[in-house]
């Protein structure tokens, strides 16, 4: 039992946590698809990995990869709450088919320990801020169902079957990386592109809808830690950063870093958006260890900096189009 495996490693998330696997001297295997990841994600680092060009819905071709595991980290998701509205099938069958799958390779292979990307969306629209695990979940799409099956699963696995496992709800995950390029982007790496090209971006809705904002190198702490601290398998936790930002103020404050004036465009609210997200992360500073390292605003320059380098080593001058985002 001497391996990791990071389902989702050619994407945002998973290509920050396969550098801080690999800088602890383990061996790394990937498993992913390539649908919303891509290789370059994982450009300099390449052949010190491993990667398995696999789809998480192929139960016997992920499964001996998966077996004998120390630890899988199971990001592999298609992650899109608007995806998950137009496109209801391939979301389903990878975030919940997929997801089983990797439960099963792992109880079945006798893995280690399975740490699993679970979401915020999970918690739906509450009364109450910030959001605690213990709140009733509330999905509102589904994307935001099929994570929080997969947290179920988790328990499950760990009940019934004796394996491991830990899901950390992320909350907004954003830094170098992040794939501006789609409709379905994260808001913040949509946000830093048009900062960087001079363009506004179109809010949906007034833009006074809030976000935990949790800069991707305090995620991938939190996993390793989660995938080390004892007496917590079968648990849930949020993994944000504990702040709460409205799309407005963040518009702003990029503006002010800046140093510019671009006002936002507003179009209609997104179906399956929740209105505001902060994380209550007591537990998961008490029982994981969580200590976020990144201000939001440091998380911020250090995300527009990588985006200006990787627009300079691109050779590129506007590389997405005109974007709505939430
Ligand atoms: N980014 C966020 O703010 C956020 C918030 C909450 C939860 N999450 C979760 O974190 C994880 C990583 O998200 P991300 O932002 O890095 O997204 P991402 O799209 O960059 O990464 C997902 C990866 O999974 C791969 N994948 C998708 N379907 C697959 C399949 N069927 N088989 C194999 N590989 C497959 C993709 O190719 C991609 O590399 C996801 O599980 C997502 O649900 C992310």
Not at 5 to 21: K, Y
Not at 164 to 178: D, I, M, Y
Request: aromatic share 8%; charged share 20%.
């Amino acid at each position: 039992m001497n391996h990791d495996v990071v389902t989702g490693g050619a994407g945002f998330i998973g290509s920050a946590l396969v550098r801080a696997l690999l800088a602890e001297g383990r061996d790394v295997h990937v498993i992913d698809n390539l649908s919303t990841g891509k290789l370059d994600n994982l450009e300099e680092i390449a052949d010190q990995v491993t990667i398995h060009e696999l789809d998480l819905r192929d139960y016997r071709r992920i499964a001996p990869v998966i077996a004998g595991a120390r630890r899988v980290f199971h990001l592999g998701a298609l992650p899109s709450v608007p995806k998950s509205i137009l496109q209801p099938v391939p979301s389903h069958e990878c975030n919940i088919d997929g997801t089983f799958n990797v439960f099963h390779a792992a109880a079945e292979g006798k893995a280690g320990r399975v740490v699993y990307a679970a979401s915020s969306s999970a918690y739906g629209d509450t009364e109450v801020l910030p959001k605690v695990e213990t709140m009733a979940p509330r999905p509102k799409s589904p994307y935001a169902v099929q994570k929080l099956l997969g947290e179920y699963y988790g328990s499950v696995f760990s009940e019934c079957f004796g394996l491991e496992t830990v899901s950390l709800r992320f909350f907004n995950v954003f830094g170098p990386r992040q794939d501006p390029t789609s409709v379905y982007s994260g808001v913040l790496s949509i946000f830093l592109n048009c900062l960087i090209e001079c363009r506004s971006p179109t809010i949906y809705g007034d833009g006074e809808q809030s976000r935990d904002f949790t800069y991707v190198e305090d995620v991938v702490g939190l996993l390793l830690k989660a995938s080390q601290a004892q007496g917590v398998s079968g648990k849930v936790f949020n993994a944000g950063n504990g702040n709460r930002y409205t799309l407005n103020q963040t518009w702003q404050l990029l503006q002010e870093i800046e140093g510019i004036h671009l006002p936002a465009q507003y179009g209609p609210p997104r179906p399956g958006d929740v209105r505001d997200s902060q994380a209550d992360t007591t537990a998961a500073v008490r029982e994981l260890g969580h200590a976020p390292r990144f201000t939001f605003e440091q998380g911020l320059r250090l995300t527009l900096d990588w985006y200006r380098a990787d627009l300079l080593r691109k050779g590129s001058g506007s590389r997405m189009d005109p974007q709505l985002v939430s």
